[in-house]
């Protein structure tokens, strides 16, 4: 995406407020269709870029709007560039967040078949809560992705109140005190959306499972989940909509992975996106991977988000879970050994 002076015509690729010449808000100058203008191969390997060769690409659209792009498959000068929607429905999309989260959140949904809702849809929207404890720890969603998740819904036509943010703690520490840490009630409150303690909640039975009744009564769940190297954070947190004795009662008899396959067909109005920007590494420490995913099956976006971060060890909800097809970035392109750089 470009920005444009509307006055003196100077365009930047990140989102100024304003430009700094004229002083006015600057509008956007996103192009259709690009074309390759330069291309190079690169095969010597570097730390954060070890999967060799892959092409430089410098694209242009029909605007003049022009970019570098990492590419995985080799382009000629003079190619047409396009990303291609995912084909499987059960597909991860994987985009790079590089200056506007809510830009990167649209191509990414644009992937997997994008979000169809209106005024009158009923949207959940279910952040990873799973520590009282400050958003740069990356324990829980951070106030960014939810705020920019709102924003996107609120731009697509839902209303603010038909929107739930809805979270439940399986633990102690009550999910009050850990949404009020993580700044997840300071971001909801800015959009007047509703929040709800699925715990205090209704639930409605389906088959072996006691799903919350918002869950499943919604047109549209969003399982926000975070990147943690070595966990399986979309599919734990899909957990979240189920009663809590119901799921220990039923992880008492199965593994996770069982319960997994059973209950993920029963939410078929769900989707996760996976906040993959800044993220937890298997000993807690924080490191960066600017990337966002996207997909209908949690188990499919663990894998992937796993597999893009070279984690050492694969949990063991998803260890059996075989890769899927990928859409958007490929996973050679943004691989790398995250857990050591
Ligand atoms: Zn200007």
């Known amino acids: ?28 100058a996103e192009g259709k269709a690009a074309k390759v203008v330069g291309a190079v191969k690169v095969s010597i390997p570097t730390l954060l870029h070890p999967n060799v060769p892959y092409y430089v690409l410098v694209l242009e659209d029909e605007r003049g709007n022009m970019w570098g792009y990492k590419s995985e498959k080799e382009y000629k000068v003079g190619d047409v560039f396009a990303i291609e929607a995912a084909k499987d429905p059960d597909a991860v999309g994987i985009w790079r967040v590089k200056y506007d989260l809510n830009e990167a959140l649209v191509k990414v949904l644009e992937l997997i078949g994008g979000i169809d809702i209106d005024s009158g849809s009923k949207v959940v929207v279910l952040p990873t809560m799973a520590a009282a404890s400050h958003a740069y720890f990356r324990d829980n969603t951070s106030p960014e992705f939810l705020s920019a998740i709102l924003r996107l819904l609120l731009d697509r036509g839902a209303k603010a109140e038909n929107i739930v943010v809805a979270g439940q703690s399986f633990d102690d520490i009550p999910v009050v005190a850990m949404a009020q840490k993580a700044g997840l009630i300071a971001a909801g409150a800015r959009f007047n959306v509703n929040a709800l303690d699925l715990a205090t909640a209704e639930f409605v039975k389906n088959g072996y499972f006691e799903i919350a009744k918002h869950v499943a009564e919604a047109d549209l769940v969003l ?91 694969l949990p063991e909800t998803i260890k059996d879970t075989v890769l899927p097809e990928v859409a958007g970035r490929t996973i050679k392109e943004v691989q790398y050994q995250a857990e050591i750089y």
């Open 1 to 28: 995406m470009f920005y444009e002076c509307p006055k003196c015509k100077r365009r930047w690729e990140y989102p100024l407020a304003e430009c700094p010449y004229c002083l006015v808000p600057l509008e956007k």
């Open 223 to 313: 399982n926000l989940a975070i990147g943690k190297m070595g966990k399986a954070v979309a599919s734990e947190n899909l957990f979240r909509a189920l009663k809590k004795e119901n799921y220990l009662g039923q992880k008492y008899l199965s593994s996770d992975a069982e319960i997994l396959a059973q209950l993920e067909p029963l939410l078929k109005n769900m989707m996760v996106l996976a906040e993959a920007e800044s993220v937890q590494r298997s000993n807690k420490l924080t490191t960066f991977m600017g990337l966002v995913l996207s997909g209908r099956s949690s188990r499919n976006v663990d894998r992937v988000f796993n597999e893009v971060a070279k984690s050492f060890k």
